[in-house]
């Protein structure tokens, strides 16, 4: 059993740390996923050895290795190991392996109860977290309630609105002073459209999961949770967003709903929408399951996430077009994420040399790329809107946090690292 506990053990542990973030549906499609693979490796070592037992203990070793890599290939970027070196010493920790199972004449049920042993460990320590999580979770739910009670009363809507989320879209000083790009043209843009622009505006917020909820429900996180304190069990920002205050004084004047979602899952799609607009197999979750798999490191495409986002992107300018033409009042909501970077100034698709995804003077030279490709793709749906629409219309802009584009760690002072978030 032990290659079945190994193998369950990573989702359970990517679970129990990221459990407020994530559905179980996720995680039973990573979970089936991961017993299909250990059923494959089992029988082709079984097949190998001639033996159940030598194949199960060959079978967690491989799995073991398997799933470990993307953590060790994180030290290869820690502390500059050459690649070669990395997978010379664990395919070398496999061979060692493997000959001591192929060779040695010892009684290996001791063996292999200790592999089961340290399985189940594994297996239950993430299970506790879980466990103690959800009793607490579910206290606060009881004691203050839950608000995915939305009623759609409906007296005749109004104006269509457009309400456009530019996720990590930096402010004009930021991109300014720190990208060196001059903003001014998109800003003058929006203001001949009649847009009110603010200036020196400033997120209350560092990141998604407090901006995002404090803006549609129109507060304060502090005053969004059920107790007043921000916890991991208290404040279910998932639930802020899927049941949000705008959301539900819309519905209930008669708006329909249009949800366009982005790869992040909390705004992947929201089931009070009429319509869900998104476009992508992946979930999140699975998708950072596989970065740590040996697949993900070696950048082996089997999904290539990248290419996910920049058809995403533009399959949903397609489809809002057609909103303005729909005879009854719209909400739309849309998530633009600014990451990953994966559109060039002219729109096409952006390509990294391997490892400057992540480097940091590549992303201060790729994001003012992104930020033209947005620039002007929000400035042609605007017009659309404009030009389309036969009725009123209402449309906001807006961003939730800075660029969040940051230099590793030690080589920037506090001061520099909030300009960079502003």
Known sequence: MHPFFIALSPVLFLYAYNVEQVLVG???????????????VLGLFSAIFRDLRKGALAASLFLILFFSYGHLFALKELYSIRLRYLIGGAVLLFSLGLFFIATTRRDLRVLARSATVFAVFLILFSVLQITAFKIKSAYFSSRYGSSDNIKVVGNGGGPDIYYIMLDGYASNWSLREVYKYDNTLFLNALRDRGFFVVSKSRSNYPNTTFSLPSMLNMDYVENLTSDGLITKESYNYRDLIYNNAALKFLLAKGYTYIHVGSWWDPTRSNPHASVNINKGYMPEFVSTLYKSVAFGPLNIKLFDTRREQYDRIYYQLDQLRNIPKRPESTFTFVHFNMSPYVFDENGGFLVFKQGDDTRFESLLEKYPQQVAFFNREVLKLIDYIRETSEGDYVI???????????????????????????
């Open 26 to 40: 996720d995680t039973l499609i990573s979970a089936l996923i991961v017993l299909v693979l250990a059923i494959i």
């Open 396 to 422: 906001i802009l807006q961003s939730d946090h800075g660029s969040r584009v940051f230099p590793e760690e030690g080589k920037a002072s506090v001061d520099e690292l909030e300009d960079l978030d502003i």
